[in-house]
């Protein structure tokens, strides 16, 4: 599979039209197809898109962060959290030490209990993508080797 790199200006909103995160207009993002680095049925509605393009894209939950489940969701003893000090609602902190450990949110805290949500913040959110594409151009070697672009013209570091 010939992979590409595309270069692209966003602005997501949820099914509401509520601005939910955007590109800045002087910093497009990057992606090498393929390696996972954006959310699934956005990557499949861009492919073999040629720059100059602009469209609106929906992605069902499904296809982006996920549908919500509420198995992620627990209460657990403030005493088992890694976390010192004073907690808040809407904190997030990554559960354990070890870097695949998931980041989660502090729901609710009642007494010592503390209800956790490792949901992404997205999960189970429609999703629309206004975006224009910069540029498309072949990957290179490197660039798949290491998973990841490497700046416009594929020399970067």
């Known amino acids: 599979m010939n992979r590409s790199v595309v270069t692209f200006h966003y602005t997501l909103r949820d099914a509401q039209a509520r601005l939910l995160d955007a590109s800045d207009r002087d910093e497009p993002i990057s ?3 393929g390696a996972g680095q954006i959310v699934e049925g956005l990557e499949e509605q861009l492919r073999d898109l040629a720059a ?3 469209r ?3 992605v069902p939950a499904a296809k982006a962060y996920g549908v919500r489940d509420e198995s992620q969701v627990q209460r657990v003893p403030r005493a088992a959290l890694p976390v010192e000090g004073e907690l808040r ?3 997030r902190f990554q559960a354990g030490e070890d870097q695949f450990a998931p980041v989660v949110m502090v729901v609710k805290i009642e007494g010592d209990q503390v209800l956790l949500d490792a949901n992404h913040p997205l999960a189970g959110v429609d999703l629309v993508f206004d975006v224009e594409i910069v540029a498309v151009r072949p990957a290179t070697a490197a660039e798949i080797t290491q998973g990841q672009p490497r700046g416009r013209d594929g020399q970067g570091s």
């Open 31 to 33: 992606y090498l197809e």
């Open 52 to 54: 100059g393009v602009k």
């Open 56 to 58: 609106s894209i929906s």
């Open 89 to 91: 609602p809407g904190d």
